[in-house]
């Protein structure tokens, strides 16, 4: 028996209508114009009767084999059900300035801007964070030196709901599972690196170099996409010097046309497009669940409302009249040429060592914190959340979004872009799901 078969062997363990990680999981159906790819989607379990917040989110997966597409969805399952379970007892509450121990200052982390604070104030029961904020930390790992560093739980934990106020909107960023603990780690270190990265061309309005789809990427693209589908590549790597691209996919389907886009952060430029054109052939999927969930919804020109990354997902495909926002995309002209098959030239951990060194010359602390619980450990899996506080995460809520960091209005300007201040930034949602 293989390593991948016994690894799917494991994570059929974790599949019980009464005390499984998730209830059930489902193969979703692919109709003639869709993407040639597999993919799941869950019903998770019940966190919440056995101690643990409520499950957050939905999970899926999809791939070329059943294998892949399964044990994508296993993982995602993984990471949202682990964080939702946290022992207080490991916790020490106190505001930062009475903490006494290591821990990153609450001015590092990037969150609000004080005009967000202004409309949010009565709105949520999010507050600025000070010094003399009063909440739960937890301890963590500081990977460039070893040491401990303590974080606010809600910072790692999602959902976090234990304490008033609150000092952000959870969000998932970081979070990631895997059966092996380095590429748990690389997974969660390229995550908050790309979300970062998509944050700041989205808010900032930049269009950065387009990659060129060579006649390589196109047949890529063609052994599993129908051949009237539009791709649009970005190479969004900016002051952290790691392979990041933002996708663009306009295509049609039986529900009506659409706009999909994907992220991705990897060792080179060729894995990086290769993840998001699987991300973005999740969407088609993942859209046809929605707009049915979704049927009666009508999105406004108030983006105020959109408060979740559901909302997100399809406020594009139900509002084609505002395609326009991705014009300046669209008409960009390919520059920049990529290897497709191109090798990483570092092992998993020396990627890490890499990772976390480029980040901290960036001036960016690197918390690791191991999440599991002891039924994802017998499962096979590693959960765990890594959060570096002065990169920008994504947020699923339009009035939520981290607008309040450092490296929003200064990567821009340090790399050659115009940097607009926070009343000029990109005011349409985004499109990310």
């Not at 006649?215 to 990041?244: G, K, N």
């Amino acid at each position: 028996m293989n390593v991948i078969e016994t690894s799917v062997n494991k994570a059929l363990h974790s599949i019980s209508a009464e005390v499984g990680l998730l209830s059930r999981i489902s193969k979703m159906p692919i109709m003639n114009q869709d993407p040639n790819l597999m993919s799941y989607g869950i019903w998770p379990g019940s966190t919440k009767v056995m101690g643990g917040e409520e499950f957050g989110g939905r999970s899926s997966g999809c791939g070329a084999t059943w294998q892949e597409a399964f044990m994508g969805t296993i993982g995602e399952t993984v990471e949202r059900y682990a964080c939702a379970f946290y022992n207080l007892r490991e916790a020490v509450q106190a505001p930062y300035r009475t903490l006494g121990k290591a821990a990153v200052a609450p001015s590092e982390y990037a969150l609000y801007h004080p005009k967000q604070y202004e409309f949010l104030k009565g709105k949520t029961p999010i507050e600025p964070f000070t010094d003399d904020t009063n909440l739960y930390w937890f301890p963590m790992t500081d990977l460039a030196t070893g040491e401990e560093k303590w974080a606010p739980g809600g910072m790692i934990y999602l959902p976090w709901s234990h304490e008033r106020p609150w000092i952000n909107a959870n969000t998932s960023t970081g979070l990631a599972a895997h059966t092996n603990p380095h590429k748990a780690m690389l997974t969660g270190l390229y995550e908050v690196i790309e979300r970062d990265s998509f944050v700041i061309t989205w808010a900032q309005k930049i269009v950065p170099p387009k990659i060129r789809i060579s006649a390589e990427l196109q047949a890529h693209i063609d052994a599993s996409f129908p051949t009237s589908y539009e791709w649009h590549f970005f190479d969004i790597r900016y002051d952290l010097d790691v392979p990041s691209v933002f996708g663009i996919c306009f295509g049609e389907a039986e529900f009506g046309k659409f706009v999909a886009v994907g992220t991705s952060t990897r060792a080179t430029y060729g894995q990086a497009v290769q993840k998001v054109i699987k991300e973005i052939g999740q969407g088609v999927t993942y859209f046809r669940y929605l707009l049915n969930e979704k049927k009666d919804w009508e999105p406004t020109d108030n983006y105020n409302q959109l408060m979740s990354f559901e909302d997100h997902s399809i406020f594009y495909v139900k509002r084609p009249d505002m395609w326009f926002v991705f014009d300046e995309y669209r008409q960009a002209l390919e520059t920049k040429d990529i290897d497709l098959h191109e090798k990483p030239v570092r092992s998993d951990v020396d990627e890490v060592r890499h990772l976390v060194q480029t980040l901290k010359k960036a001036g960016c602390d690197v918390l690791f914190k191991d999440i599991s619980t002891p039924d994802v450990r017998q499962l096979g899996f590693y959960s765990i959340k890594v959060l570096v506080p002065q990169l920008i995460a994504l947020a699923g809520g339009y009035p939520l979004y981290y607008h309040g960091g450092k490296r929003l209005y200064e990567v821009p300007a340090k790399m050659g872009y115009t940097a607009h201040g926070y009343d000029h930034l990109n005011k349409y949602p985004h499109p990310f799901p």
